[in-house]
Every structure is written in structure tokens, then in C-alpha cells.
């Protein structure tokens, strides 16, 4: 078992790793430093015949050892020591350390069907739980790690307030499965219910289906924008 683990967060974050590393004493631990690291340690865990490969850090991290171990017979674990930790709040994982640790160490398995996004130019990139389209890229692309660390999940909110004014929503064309053109201004495809942590956004979708839900935004502009922002924490988006 290696543990891929993202020390970004400072010490806290270690005391954590220090807490569900002893329940698992067998596990070789790995840090990260850059982005793309993560997948970089994975991939090598798999090749050298780790069968466990545990994403210790936030979604991000997740996604990275996820896109690391795609196509190999390791089995991806979860320790989840990030801001919102969307996907193991979805798998219904403890988000405390040790209660992570002991679910790894039982050997409870699951599911996960991931989707993969593609860019113009063929480059790829694995995601698990959700690909934002739009505002939802701009203010995860555009944040300051600073302002993560000091504010938490606050932060995303006041990005999004900072990019609301001079973001464009420029048209965004789709297709799902053959159907019609279709336009919008955002676009959330859900492999989950959950968005930015606790909150409900496509309540029909499963982290171990096959396929998609997809979350249109159809008006543009930074009304429809606050709208939406004010209805997810009351769980009335879907609606």
C-alpha cells in the first residue's frame, strides 16, 4: 500500500497523516509538489505492484491518484483531508482520519465510474465526481491557494464574487447521447448528487453508475449566477 500524500495544507494536515498512517503501518508514504505529481506517484505504485494506492489531500488529489491508477489492478483509497471532500462525503466515507484509516484497513470496497474529459488538442483528464464548464472552471482555475488556506471553503464563495462582474458566460454549445444542439451558460456533468461539499445539485446521479447527469445553467449574466449560488445551500438547485 503507498499513501500519495498532499502536504500543501501545512501541519494540521500532517497530524492527520500521522494519526491514519498508524492504523496503517504497512504504507509506504509519498508527497506531492507540484500538481501532476500525484498521478506521476500513482502510476508508479501501480507499475512497481502496490494493490492500494491512497489519495491523502483534498478532491484534487483524489483525482489525480484516480487518473494515476486508471487501467492498472490497484484499488484507489481515500483519506480526505481537503476543503470540501465532495467525493467521500458521496461514498459515505468517515471524514475524520482514523475513521478513514479503518475503512481502508477493512478492505471495504466499491464502484467508481469516472468520466474523461478531452480538450481540443486530445489532451485528457480523468475526473470522478464532477467537470465544471464555465463559472464553476473559471473560479477553481483562478483562486488563490492563500486564500484557500486562510478562508476554507469561504474562499470559493468570495472568488466567485470577485469574477461575477467581469465574467463573460460566454454560449456554451452541448450534445448528450445524439440528441439535439443544445445552448447554455454553464454546465456542471455530475458522476454524484453532491457539489462543493454537503450540497445536493443532481439527486438521481451515483458515484457507481454508468453515464452522466447534467446541471445546465440556461441563463447567462450574474443574476441567474447569484440565484443559483443562493439556492444551493438550501438544496433547492434541482428544484
Known sequence: MWIVFNPTAGAAR????ERAAALL??????????????TRLAARAAAEGARVVVAAGGDGTIAEVAAGLAGSGAALGILPFGTANVLARELGLPLDAGGAA?????????LL???LARDAAGNARL????LGVGLDAAVVHALPPGLKRRLGALAYVVQTLRLLPRHPFAPLRLRAD????EECAALLV???RLYAGPFVVAPEARAGMEGFVLVLQRRGGAGAALLAG?????????R
Request: no cysteine; glycine share 16%.
Open 14 to 17: 500532517r497530524r492527520r497523516l
Open 25 to 38: 503501518p504497512s504504507a509506504r508514504i509519498v508527497e506531492t509538489g507540484a500538481p501532476g505529481d500525484a
Open 102 to 110: 479503518r475503512v481502508i484497513a477493512a478492505g471495504r470496497r466499491g
Open 113 to 115: 465510474h469516472p468520466g
Open 127 to 130: 475526473f470522478v465526481q464532477m
Open 178 to 181: 445524439g440528441g439535439p444542439w
Open 190 to 192: 455530475m458522476k454524484g
Open 230 to 238: 443562493a439556492a444551493l445551500p438550501l438544496s433547492l438547485l434541482p
